[in-house]
């Protein structure tokens, strides 16, 4: 099976009432800085339900294509707000991550009439130019700049004490400053959960789509991006999860170095389940569609992230058991709607965990009805338990 790989490319496109009319130029936001205006991306549509089945239906799998423009309907206004995007690395076309946020966007543009501009940075070292080219442009001018992804701190950081006047919104990370809001996630609640139910599952037999475990030895896997103090949340939580069902299970752990490479991913995780492991979790971005190719070579299981990735890669439905869904599309409503509201949070950081359904353990549409009713019982549970305080959740590995 050949991977679908995400277009690359830096690019800009304004959606909206305006299209993309007034965005060239030194005065206009973004040109791509030596991009060719290519992109990749889909809008999704699915909802995602903690720990259920869900509905939701998919308009594809989210990879590679040009990103096709949308007119957002007109509230009358002759000056719409407008709102620019700086995507993390990963890429739109991940099914994860990058398109959540989107989603949010998206969101904002329907129902408040906002007009959406996009970048899509292909290495860290673009951040901090894209996020001045907003900061400077005048034709239009950029009300609100959301920054996606920890990775964006450190060039925040600068721009926003180069350009006090200017709001942004900034995921995943914090930086202090009266300009920037910041909405940060309590991955590692919801990553408990998932490592609980492969804990459970791994010591099972249990058969179901396209994949089986081996009680014998039971062994799980974990598959990072870029190793940082976020995404060892995410390991933290899900080790913790795994240990607290069995004890004895062996977790395989790999960080690969990048979020948008699959090749990367597939090695990682076929290493996994040739040793043993039953069940993969990623968090990583692009580099998890690897992860889903691996499992279905293998006949074995994984588990998505950030959105539900059984309907947004739906051709892995029959090896994606759960995801651990993070509403990044909420921070970045949210954000808007508070500056179109005049109640900007600037200075401020927000926190959203199971409490806040900021992070959910959503089962898969192909596989969630035959996971055996006993561990969605004990993964409530521990739902419940996480959000009255009654299970402390570890946030970085060494402490599991």
Do not use: W
């Not at 543009?109 to 292909?122: A, F, M």
């Not at 948008?260 to 290493?271: F, K």
């Not at 921070?331 to 509201?341: K, T």
């Not at 969605?376 to 299970?391: N, W």
Request: proline residues 3%; contains cysteine.
């Amino acid at each position: 099976m050949r991977f679908e790989d995400v277009d690359r490319r830096t690019f800009i496109k304004g959606v909206g009432v305006a299209g993309i009319a007034g965005l060239a130029g030194c005065s206009g936001g973004p040109t791509g800085d030596g991009g060719d205006g290519g992109g990749g991306g889909s809008e999704e549509t699915a909802t995602d339900t903690p720990m259920s089945s869900g509905d939701g239906d998919s308009d594809g799998e989210g990879d590679g294509g040009d990103m096709e423009e949308t007119e957002a309907e007109s509230d009358g206004s002759d000056d719409p707000t407008n709102i620019g995007m700086v995507y993390a690395t990963g890429g739109l076309g991940d099914g994860s991550f990058n398109d959540q946020a989107q989603q949010g966007a998206f969101q904002a543009r329907d129902e408040l009439g906002v007009q959406i501009s996009e970048t899509q940075p292909e290495e860290v070292a673009q951040f901090s130019t894209f996020q001045q080219q907003f900061a400077q442009s005048t034709d239009p001018t950029y009300e609100l700049v959301c920054c996606i992804g920890f990775l964006q701190t450190d060039a925040l950081a600068s721009t926003a004490e180069e350009y006090p006047d200017q709001r942004f919104m900034l995921v995943d990370s914090v930086v202090e400053a009266d300009n920037v809001a910041n909405y940060v996630f309590s991955e590692h609640e919801g990553s408990y959960l998932v490592g609980q139910m492969a804990g459970m599952l791994t010591t099972m037999d249990f058969s179901a789509g396209a994949g089986s475990t081996s009680p014998d030895s039971p062994t799980v896997g974990f598959v990072g991006g870029v190793e940082s103090d976020l995404i060892r949340k995410f390991q933290a939580g899900y080790e913790a999860g795994v240990l607290a069902a069995n004890e004895d299970a062996e977790i395989l752990t790999n960080y690969t170095g990048s979020f948008n490479d699959p090749a990367a991913g597939n090695t990682a995780a076929l290493a996994m389940y040739n040793s043993g492991a039953d069940i993969v979790y990623h968090a990583a971005g692009n580099t998890g569609t690897g992860v889903f190719q691996a499992a279905q070579e293998q006949g074995k299981y994984a588990i998505g992230v950030d959105r539900d990735q059984s309907v947004t890669k739906q051709s892995f439905a029959d090896v994606i058991l759960a995801s651990m869904v993070k509403r990044v599309d909420t921070a970045v409503y949210s954000s808007i709607q508070a500056l179109v509201d005049d109640e900007f949070p600037g200075g401020s950081t927000t926190a959203l965990g199971l409490a806040d359904d900021g992070v959910a353990a959503v089962y898969g549409q192909q596989l969630g009805d035959e996971i055996p009713q006993e561990v969605k019982d004990a993964v409530a549970s521990s739902r419940e338990s996480i959000i009255a305080g009654d299970i402390s959740v570890p946030t970085d590995p060494s402490n599991v």
